[in-house]
């Protein structure tokens, strides 16, 4: 995602006074950390710890629910200056003197938990490169090769079994919580103004091994999708169905 310029900001009060303008810069984040990317949920936490003393903020996202959860020691308030902020992270008005751990009501925006093993046709850990090589033979047989650019690729990534609640929005448990959401949100751009149209995406396994984690991948991009469609993974049964993605590519040498 891609936070405007001027940034993100979310006014905060806690036991130690307030309110203080708390700001995410502008830029682009990741949800988590990965891949030497910036991560909008520590990128938050450490902006709430250097401003809004005394600096014991957390701020997490489950990798089970996919929910974001705030907390502070003591009793303490946000109101949220950017409701874009907001709504990615899944809350859904402000947090006013409370004095416990509060949890967003929708699914973070921008991720999507699958509930379901992924394979695909490589190597999870790697980042095969692709290049356009053209080699060119003589009648003697000496070979001619010539490289012009190179990239990284993975293929055929599917999931084939995920349940409907993580399929479809009218089915999921939370609100942004279904692969239509994402899809729509992240490939798409038909979500928060902070998605573009193919944003890059980062991939975990069901162990939370990230693909391509041999090389330093910022994001890989999702080719040759060009719609939610999933197939059901048994014959008519719609309780079950199968995500697949042809191929992700990502800059590389």
């Not at 303008?21 to 520590?42: C, E, N, P």
């Not at 993580?166 to 751009?189: H, K, M, P």
Request: glycine share 10%; hydrophobic share 35%.
């Amino acid at each position: 995602m891609t936070i405007p310029t001027g940034g993100a900001a979310v006014s905060a009060t806690n036991s130690g006074g307030g309110p203080t303008t708390v700001t995410v810069a502008a830029g682009s984040y990741y949800l988590t950390a990965a891949g030497g990317v910036s991560s909008l949920i520590s990128t938050l936490q450490t902006q709430l710890n250097a401003t809004r003393t005394p600096s014991n903020w957390t701020v997490s996202l489950s990798t089970t629910t996919g929910l974001v959860t705030i907390n502070c020691t003591g009793t303490w308030s946000l109101a949220w200056t950017s409701t874009a902020l907001r709504d990615v992270l899944g809350f859904a008005a402000d947090i006013t003197s409370v004095s416990s751990a509060q949890t967003g009501t929708q699914q973070a925006r921008g991720v999507w938990l699958p509930d379901c093993p992924l394979t695909l046709e490589g190597d999870l850990k790697r980042a095969p490169t692709v290049s356009d090589s053209r080699s060119a033979m003589s009648p003697t047989g000496n070979v001619i090769t010539l490289v012009g650019n190179t990239y990284r690729r993975q293929r055929s990534l599917m999931w084939s079994h995920v349940p409907i609640a993580q399929v479809w929005g009218a089915q999921a448990t939370y609100t942004n919580g279904s692969w239509e959401e994402f899809f729509r949100e992240s490939q798409l751009g038909l979500g928060s103004s902070w998605f573009s149209p193919g944003s890059p995406i980062q991939v975990y396994d069901h162990q939370g091994n990230m693909l391509g984690s041999d090389a330093t991948i910022a994001g890989w991009s999702m080719i040759g999708l060009t719609s939610v469609e999933p197939k059901k993974a048994i014959t008519n049964w719609t309780g079950l169905w199968q995500i697949e993605v042809p191929q992700i590519v990502a800059v590389g040498p």
